[in-house]
């Protein structure tokens, strides 16, 4: 029996929240686009809606489907196109559990870059959950036999928006690699709501000990046992995904990760939060009412804003950090910036004995460098991170 074709059309401005700025890059649909799943059992706080050109779903019935088809597509389609809850700019959810991304929905395959030279390649880590990354390597590795430090990277989005697969995080990951000839591995973890926080953090976990069972010339991939130096590892990500990095930093501290020497992570704009506002952030009560239901829409189970999930302010094993050195770089106009520069000091006050670095790009906001990779502060932030990289390499 034929099914009813589902014709998905998308208009391409860029939309934010605040002062966040989510880019909209042409290019094709991520198959989770639009996600089916179970009516979901809990209200979640709305987000406003803010000024942006819809995007338009349109449902178009094979001519071939067969009448009872017809029919059932018929009897759900007021419950299939009324919104239960409208989440712009990040998603929407329907009243029969559909969830439909606005943005971060576009995926590019891997490929042989033919500006760089770096080459990617997917794989499966877990057929059970679904969780994958994306592996980097450079030409280099072509020509030598020497390992290179690795980099695992976890992208942003909020946690529930955006994937490893995006063009602008291939485009950067494909940049990086190249300036600072690492081996590179983006992870592809599971995004709320369908999947609600911690899962991305223990997706993340299990991809690390994914990488760390190819030490020793073990594990299933090839670029990972011939090219990896797994004395020389960093944790990188933007916003949630620096959140992320964070974490598996923290748990690398208080468990260890066999075979894997952490050297440092990278908190490229972090996604961190609190009750009470720090330094100069904004203190407009609607403002930050919209961070705080973004997150409990993530995290339905939190405690609430001050949960040691987004604020590490209120985590008492903050000191245990598994690594020697932390970059943490912050734009001046982004509405996250004082709490990279409170984590920072938070750092210094835990009893983590490590190198702490900041950095701040003037005039700038909020994931600047993935929306204009090529202007001066983005080649700068670039720069910066890869001399904290190779620092001390040979």
């Known amino acids: 029996m034929n099914q009813p074709i589902i014709t998905l059309s998308f208009s391409t401005p860029s939309l934010s929240l605040g002062k966040f700025l989510i880019p909209r890059l042409p290019a094709v649909l991520h198959p989770h686009t639009v996600a089916q799943f179970s009516p979901l059992r809990k209200n979640f706080p709305l987000l406003s809606s803010i000024n942006h050109r819809k995007p338009t779903l349109q449902i178009v019935a094979d001519s071939s489907s067969s009448s009872s088809s017809s029919s059932s597509l018929a009897m759900d389609s007021s419950d299939s196109t009324e919104i239960a809850h409208d989440h712009s700019p990040f998603l929407k959810i329907y009243k029969d559990g559909r969830i439909e991304r606005i943005a971060g929905i576009e995926i590019v395959p891997p490929s042989l870059d033919s500006k760089t030279g770096v080459e990617s390649k997917d794989v499966v880590i877990s057929p059970e959950t679904g969780v994958s990354a994306r592996l980097y390597i450079p030409k280099t590795t072509k020509e030598s036999q020497k390992k290179l430090p690795l980099l695992v990277y976890f992208h942003g ?13 291939h485009n950067y990951l494909n940049s990086f690699v190249a300036e600072a000839n690492v081996v590179a591995v983006s992870v592809e973890y599971r995004r709320a709501p369908e999947h609600p926080i911690p899962i991305a953090y223990d997706d993340s976990w299990a991809a690390l000990k994914w990488v760390a069972s190819h030490t020793d010339g073990k594990g299933p991939d090839e670029w990972l046992k011939n090219h990896a130096d797994f004395e020389s590892v960093f944790f990188a990500g933007d916003s949630a995904g620096a959140n992320i990095a964070h974490h598996m930093g923290l748990r690398v501290g208080l468990e260890g990760l066999a075979g894997v020497k952490l050297d440092g992570i990278v908190l490229v ?22 961070v705080e239901a973004l997150w409990r829409f993530t995290c339905p189970a939190t405690s609430g804003i001050d949960d040691p999930y987004i604020n590490p302010g209120t985590d008492p094993k903050l000191g245990s950090l598994g690594c020697k050195r932390v970059l943490i770089c912050i734009a001046e106009k982004d509405m996250l910036k004082d709490r990279g520069w409170y984590y920072s000091e938070l750092l210094g006050k835990s009893g983590y004995r490590g190198v702490v670095e900041v950095m701040e790009a003037k005039g700038e906001d909020h994931v600047f460098h993935l929306m204009n990779s090529t202007c001066e502060n983005s080649v700068a932030l670039l720069k910066r991170i890869v001399s904290f990289i190779n620092q001390g390499q040979a």
């Not at 989005?157 to 995080?169: D, K, L, M, N, R």
């Open 157 to 169: 989005g909020g946690f529930c928006i955006e994937t490893a697969f995006s063009p602008q995080y």
């Open 269 to 290: 704009h972090p996604y961190f939060w609190g009750k009470e506002p720090i330094g100069g952030e904004d203190t407009d009560a609607e403002k930050r009412g919209k």
